[in-house]
C-alpha cells in the first residue's frame, strides 16, 4: 500500500480574536507558506492493531496503546478510529512534521491534528468530508485550550478565508481583490490557553466594559468583511489598527506586540495588529505589495524572529 500524505496549513485571524469566544464575527485566513504535513505507512509485517505515532519534531514516537489519554496526537487518532468504528486497525506508522511555529497563533495545533486525521482515514480507505475532519479536530482543541470557538480547525480545515461566528455553518468567502500581509513573529510563546483564562477572569470581573470591547471588535470584523467584499482592501489598515487597540485594551498585548506594531506602521504599513490569541507569538501588517520587503527587514531589525509575507486571496 503506497504512504498517504496530507498536508494542512497555518493560518492568522484578520480580525475578531477573543471576541469571536463571547459569540462575535471573526475572519481567519489561511498561510500556505507554513503547513503541517502528516504520512501514514503500512506495516505489513506488523500484526493489526499496531499503530506507530512518531513526531520527529518533538521526539516522540510510541505506539498509539501507550499514549495517554489527553495526548493530542493520539485523541486525534483515536478520534478517527471512532469515527470510522474501526476497533482492530490495519498495522501502520503515522508519522507527523511541521514547519508552522507552536504557541505562536499560526495554528499549529489544528493543523496537526487536521492533516494527521485527513492522512489516517485515508489510510483506512475512508476519507472524511471537510466538516467531520473540523469537528474530529475541535476535539482535539480542546485539549489545547479549554472552550475554543473553532476557528483554528475551520479556516485549517477548509484552506479559504472565513467568515467565523461560534455554532453558525462555516462560511467561507472570496477574496477577489487580493492584498498582502507581513506577519512578523515576536518569538514569544504564549499559550492561547492563558490569554482567554484572562480574558475569562476580566469578563466576570466587568462584563460590562469587556461586552462593549467584544461588541466594538464585532462591529469592526463586520466593516472589515463588507471591505474585503467590495475590493477597498486599504480600509483594512485603519480597522485593523482599531482591532488592536481593543486587545489592548482587553490586556492581550504585550510590550514586545506593540512595538512591532508601530514599527510596522512607521515603516508605512496600512495598519497592523497581533494576532491570535496574544501576549506574545505574532503580529499581522497589511502593506502594499512594492513596501513588504522593506517593511520586513524593518520588523527583523527591531525584534521580530521571523516573518511570512502572504498574499491573501492569490489562491
Ligand atoms: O490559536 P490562536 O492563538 O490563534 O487563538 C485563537 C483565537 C482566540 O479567539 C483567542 C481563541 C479562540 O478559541 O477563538
Known sequence: M???????????????????????????????????????????????GFVLVQA????????????????????????????LNIRNPPACTLRVSSTIPIASGLGSGAAVSVALIRAYASFLGRPLEDARVSALAYEVERLHHGTPSGIDNTVVTYRRPV???????VETFYVTTPFTLVIADTGIHSPTAVAV???????????????????????ITKEARAAIDSGHTAALGPLMDENHALLVAMGVSSPELDRLA??????????????????????IALVENSDAERITQELLDNGAVRTITTMVGDR
Open 2 to 48: 503506497p504512504a498517504i500524505r496530507a498536508i494542512a496549513p497555518g493560518k492568522v485571524i484578520l480580525f475578531g480574536e477573543h471576541a469571536v469566544v463571547y459569540g462575535q464575527p471573526a475572519i481567519a485566513v489561511p498561510v500556505e507558506q507554513v503547513q503541517a504535513q502528516a504520512v501514514a505507512l503500512a506495516e505489513p509485517r506488523r500484526p493489526d
Open 56 to 83: 520527529p519534531d518533538i521526539g516522540l514516537e510510541a505506539q498509539l496503546e501507550d499514549l495517554p489519554e489527553g495526548d493530542p496526537l493520539a485523541t486525534a487518532v483515536r478520534s478517527v478510529l471512532r469515527e
Open 163 to 169: 467568515y467565523f461566528v461560534r455554532g453558525k455553518t
Open 197 to 219: 483564562g484572562d480574558v475569562r477572569k476580566g469578563y466576570e470581573a466587568d462584563p460590562e466594559q469587556y461586552e462593549a470591547l467584544f461588541e466594538a471588535i464585532g462591529r
Open 262 to 283: 508601530h514599527v510596522a506602521l512607521d515603516a508605512g504599513a496600512l495598519g497592523s495588529k497581533l494576532s491570535g490569541g496574544g501576549r506574545g507569538g505574532n503580529m
